[in-house]
């Protein structure tokens, strides 16, 4: 009799185990385009700043314009605002073969020449696209001049998770491309 209640019990325990987790990370951005590093200055990128939907380890996708839907399933493999953060710091050392971009601020005896900072305020899969709006900000630290640009664009989906975060990719991709492509232009 022990020995059913011993066999019941690891039975209703592990039932409840029975859905998986699927994890995903938004990959790696494809080589983008490569500009002449010249002698550029040490950049720092500050953290990614995203909106508090994304805070959360879940996948969400909006189902309507006042209405979002976490997966019971599919969860962010890393924080989202470390992640974007450093692809974005990647991103720019191989655009520029620059290995001096780091996040910002820091406790290093170098100082920055340039900070970039970047705010998503929608970064969401909503019916067949996803949705990604940002402003993002370069700034020279030792002249103090400033460039800063509204982002916006859309990129098509399929509704699942994996189709969802291929958009979101190619989204973030487009958002890197704009940066670099500043940052080459003004340095």
């Known amino acids: ?11 209703l325990i592990f039932a409840g185990c029975g859905a998986s987790t699927n994890y995903f990370l938004l990959g790696d951005l494809p080589n ?27 996948v969400v996708v909006q189902l309507s314009p006042t209405q979002l839907k976490y997966s019971d399933n599919d969860e962010w493999a890393e924080d989202m605002e470390n ?11 191989k655009s520029f ?26 970064f969401i899969a909503y019916g067949d696209q996803v949705y990604l709006d940002a402003n993002w900000e370069i700034v020279d ?27 979101m990719n190619s989204a973030f991709e487009r958002l890197t491309t704009t940066i670099t492509r500043e940052i080459a232009r003004k340095f």
């Open 1 to 11: 009799m022990k020995r059913y209640i011993i066999w019941s019990l690891s039975i």
């Open 32 to 58: 983008s385009k490569k500009y002449s590093s010249r002698s550029l200055p040490i950049i720092g990128v500050e953290k990614i700043l995203l909106p508090d939907y994304l805070q959360q380890n879940k």
């Open 83 to 93: 992640s974007l953060s450093k692809q974005l710091i990647v991103a720019i050392q």
């Open 97 to 122: 073969n620059h290995p001096d971009v780091y996040i910002y601020p820091w406790d290093l005896s170098k100082q920055a020449g340039i900070k970039v900072k970047v705010s998503i305020s929608k």
């Open 141 to 167: 630290l030792k002249t103090a001049q400033r460039s800063s640009q509204l982002f916006s664009t859309q990129v098509k989906t399929a509704s699942d998770t994996v189709s969802i975060v291929s958009s």
